[in-house]
């Protein structure tokens, strides 16, 4: 890291719930040894401290949404040496990227009393389509201990080890039951990336897909296993319209359910 002091880190929030800046919170234990390797210069979360960039490492969450904030992630970027993407909303649009599939004018008549004051775009985004990105942390929110291995190895120099395996992978480690196979629960772990601990299938629940999609999902295949387990085609279309409904696999699998043609 450049410089003769501690590398600097800022944490920046654009469109989002500020679950995934939580996290890094919620470190506890770990929280003070990172406190003690980095110069914390702007986490508004956590510090009404805010110093000027430029920045070592940022993380930046959530997903562009005005004008303002595409002029502003431009403004990150320029000051960050390394910008890493935390959460769903920042890796694909997020929940709010529902507007992504309506008209953003009927929500705002809907919603607001004086819509023409509201300024937002037809849109929500991720941080990727506006600029470049070294690093992504998956999750909705991220997972505490893929956040410490990324900052770990950002300040080590290496390169972080994160999975690109499907969810049905870390349930084949904990020795977890098919909940598709052995109880015919709808589950999106065959598409989707690792990395949660397969939480929601360890308790007996389908995976609701909040890593995203994972490096090759077959999804047109679960797509046809979910109507053999009685789903119909607007909740198969419901199922990929979530956390990440606007990654393109996810969106192409939601499209398609809807064109299947079948009930």
Not at 30 to 52: G, K, N, Q, W
Not at 65 to 77: G, S, V
Request: net charge negative.
């Amino acid at each position: 890291m450049p410089g003769k002091g501690l590398p600097r880190l800022g944490v920046f929030k654009f469109a989002s719930c500020d679950g995934c800046q939580l996290t890094l919170l919620d470190c506890e234990e770990e929280l003070l040894p990172l406190a003690e390797a980095v110069e914390i210069a702007d986490f508004r979360e956590a510090s009404s401290t805010v110093l000027e960039g430029p920045f070592d490492i940022s993380l930046v969450e959530g997903s562009i949404t005005t004008l303002k904030d595409a002029r502003r992630i431009l403004e990150i970027r320029a000051q960050s040496k390394i910008l890493v993407t935390i959460g769903a909303c920042a890796t694909s649009g997020g929940i709010q990227a529902l507007r992504n599939f309506s008209n953003i004018e009927e929500f705002r008549r809907a919603v607001y009393a004086h819509p023409e004051y509201i300024s937002t775009l037809s849109s929500s985004t991720p941080i990727q389509d506006h600029v470049s990105v070294d690093l992504e942390l998956r999750g909705c929110p991220i997972d505490k201990r893929q956040l410490l291995e990324v900052l770990s190895a950002l300040l080590r120099g290496r390169a972080p080890n994160l999975p690109t395996e499907s969810v049905c992978a870390e349930c084949k480690r904990q020795g977890n039951v098919c909940v598709m196979v052995g109880k015919g629960i709808p589950c999106l772990g065959p598409v989707t990336q690792s990395g949660c601990g397969a939480l929601c299938p360890h308790f007996d629940r389908g995976c609701y897909g909040c890593f995203g999609p994972m490096e090759t999902p077959n999804a047109p295949s679960l797509l046809h296993r979910l109507g053999e387990l009685g789903m119909d085609r607007g909740d198969r279309m419901r199922v990929f319209r979530t956390f990440n409904a606007a990654s393109p696999a996810f969106r192409a699998a939601s499209e398609s359910a809807m064109e299947d043609g079948k009930p």
